[in-house]
Every structure is written in structure tokens, then in C-alpha cells.
Nanobody
Framework: QVQLVESGGGLVQAGGSLRLSCVASGSIFSIVAMGWFRQAPGNQRELVAS???????NYADPVKGRFTISRDNVKKSVYLQMNSLKPEDTAVYYC?????????WGQGTQVTVSS
């Protein structure tokens, strides 16, 4: 069984920073990519950023230049450094791990940015 544990969410003022962390445990054998998605009330879940096992990154346009994704392959962890946060970044953020045949999701962590 695979478990993804997220941490680092919270309440921050606009312009502030947060760092999200996600640690994967259990029967994970071959990670293809790891990433972060978010879902605001009334909206669909959307990709924020992803990183492949080889280190290639991809960012959604609204977060380019403000967010940085990184990973630690040994620790099976993925991180999201979020700077210059805006109220529109408010959402539940979900960790995502893609293996060759399976996809796993974390339980989500709330990020709230006040204006």
C-alpha cells in the first residue's frame, strides 16, 4: 500500500511564501514523475507543477517564476516552494506520484492566501 503525506500548508498574507512537502512510503518501485495539483472551491483540479525522474520540470502558466518544484529521489519526496503568493493561489494542494502502471494521490493540504 502506498501513502503520500503532505505538509506545509497554511495561512499566509499575499506576497508571502510557503513550502509544501510530500513524502511517499510503501510499495513504490519505479517513479516516473511527481507533482503538485490544486483545487479551489468550484473549480476542477489543475496541475501546478511536475518533475520527472530525470529532473525535467513543467509549470502551469499562473505560477511560472513564483513556484519551484524539486524532488529527492532517495527520500521519495517532492517539494513545492511557493513565493510571491497571491489570493488566487488559495486552494487545496495535492501531491501526485506517477508510477509506470499506477498513480497515487495525497490527502491534500490547504493553502490560504489573504489579501
Amino acid at each position: 500500500q502506498v501513502q503520500l503525506v503532505e505538509s506545509g500548508g497554511g495561512l499566509v498574507q499575499a506576497g508571502g511564501s510557503l513550502r509544501l512537502s510530500c513524502v511517499a512510503s510503501g510499495s513504490i518501485f519505479s517513479i516516473v514523475a511527481m507533482g503538485w495539483f490544486r483545487q479551489a472551491p468550484g473549480n476542477q483540479r489543475e496541475l501546478v507543477a511536475s518533475i520527472t525522474s530525470g529532473g525535467m520540470t513543467n509549470y502551469a502558466d499562473p505560477v511560472k517564476g513564483r513556484f519551484t518544484i524539486s524532488r529527492d529521489n532517495v527520500k521519495k519526496s517532492v517539494y513545492l516552494q511557493m513565493n510571491s503568493l497571491k489570493p488566487e493561489d488559495t486552494a487545496v494542494y495535492y501531491c501526485n506520484v506517477v508510477e509506470r502502471l499506477r498513480t497515487h494521490w495525497g490527502q491534500g493540504t490547504q493553502v490560504t492566501v489573504s489579501s
